[in-house]
């Protein structure tokens, strides 16, 4: 049974403060997902992870920087936080797929944490 | 420029009805379409998927229709139950990115009794 788990399920912050979020999960997945879900605009990618070391922008990863020195964990580091960073954080893990193989990669997914920036 | 649009933000059905849920794309290189249904206060989960060879999958009370050339799908639920309220996301991966999903806005489904 496939877990992944996020740190904080909720995380109140004020503006400036530093926000690490940690998710590990235990498939020994290789790839690595942070979204973020808002109101109307459904879930943004903001960094992903194919491998440890190895980062890939997202669509939205102004303001965030993220780490895997592990395998199954991937963090995302919010250096200097914002009232436009209150949002749902989730994680996500998949595994790798060949781009030769004609399939879909379904991911799995961490419960979230909601920050608030005040 | 959102490739993946869910136009109904919401939708209310009586417990039994079917429920449609839309889905349009933009993209042309999209080969696989997935449905993750997500309750509040939990993580996405997988529901249902179809690839772009087929225009119908189905699974249980979910069927899940493709029209390539319209570039559109659509979750139908027979019957519609209380415990399938929740927010439905379609998602999409292309030929040249497998493991990335490109996902829509999300649309609010309540079933009442």
């Known amino acids: 049974d496939v877990k992944v788990t996020q740190s904080s399920r909720y995380l109140v912050k004020r503006t400036g403060e530093k926000v690490f979020l940690e998710c590990v999960q235990d498939m020994d997945h290789e790839n690595m997902f942070w979204y973020r879900q808002d109101p109307g605009l459904g879930l943004r990618l903001i960094y992903f992870s194919y491998d440890v070391k190895m980062k890939e922008k997202g669509d939205i990863p102004e303001g965030y920087s993220v780490s895997r020195e592990k395998k199954e964990r991937f963090s995302l580091i919010l250096e200097s936080t914002s009232t436009n960073q209150t949002s749902m954080y989730l994680c996500?893990?998949?595994?790798?797929?060949?781009?030769?193989?004609?399939?879909?990669?379904?991911?799995?997914f961490g419960p979230g944490t909601r920050l608030t920036v005040l | 420029d959102q490739q993946v649009k869910q136009n109904s933000p919401s939708l209310s059905v009586q417990e039994g009805r079917i429920s449609i849920l839309n889905c349009d794309y933009t993209n042309s290189m999209f080969d696989y379409f997935l449905w993750y249904k997500k309750y509040p206060a939990e993580g996405p989960t997988f529901l249902i998927s179809?690839?772009?060879?087929?225009d119908k999958n189905e699974d249980g009370r979910f069927t899940v229709f493709l029209n390539k050339s319209a570039k559109h799908l659509s979750l139908h639920i027979v019957p519609s139950q209380p415990g399938d309220s929740a927010v439905y996301f379609c998602a999409a991966s292309d030929i040249y990115n497998t493991d990335k999903l490109i996902f829509g806005t999300g649309t609010r489904l309540q079933v009442f009794p």
């Open positions: 179809i690839s772009s060879i087929k």
């Open positions: 996500a893990s998949s595994f790798w797929t060949p781009k030769i193989w004609s399939s879909y990669n379904e991911q799995f």
